[in-house]
């Protein structure tokens, strides 16, 4: 028997070369992941605190005309569907209802869903004192507004 060809194979060495490599890369590319990801939540916060709003607004048109001044709320601490979630909810509702205005037998319907921006940081949520501590959303001006007006069509 003849001595084979010598084994073509990766040595140890270039193996450590091409995981640091690797490694190189995907630590380049982990900031713009999670500023992806970060966006994609943002969007999607958004998108249900308009929900929320418009979901509001639907619930009290079949409401009596006499009876919309009692979805008057002030910060409701409310989840995902709109149900009243403390301390564990990530949005914050007032809803302020006006009546006779901007004229008699009018009634106007603001809606306005603030956002708790904490749900944004990914991977970081594991390293934040909101992990451990006591639940306590923080919310800044993000957030979403819808206005409504109302007539009795009965007078």
């Not at 490694?23 to 929900?51: E, G, K, N, T």
């Not at 910060?75 to 006779?100: I, K, L």
Request: aromatic share 10%.
């Amino acid at each position: 028997m003849g001595r084979r060809g010598k084994r073509r194979g990766m040595t140890v060495l270039e193996l450590m070369v091409a995981m640091a490599l690797l490694i190189m890369i995907m630590a380049a590319a982990f900031p713009m992941i999670d500023q992806m990801l970060s966006r994609f939540q943002m969007a999607r916060d958004h998108y249900v605190a308009a929900s929320l709003c418009q979901a509001r607004i639907e619930r009290a048109r079949g409401t009596p005309y006499s009876d919309l001044a009692l979805y008057r709320e002030t910060n409701a601490q409310v989840d995902d569907f709109g149900n009243a979630s403390v301390p564990s909810g990530r949005f914050r509702r007032t809803t302020s209802v006006v009546v006779d205005a901007p004229a008699a037998g009018i009634t106007t319907m603001t809606v306005r869903t603030d956002i708790c921006i904490c749900s944004r940081w990914g991977w970081r949520k594991m390293f934040h004192p909101l992990a451990t501590e006591k639940y306590t959303c923080r919310f800044t001006e993000e957030h979403e507004q819808m206005v409504f007006l109302y007539t009795d069509y009965l007078k």
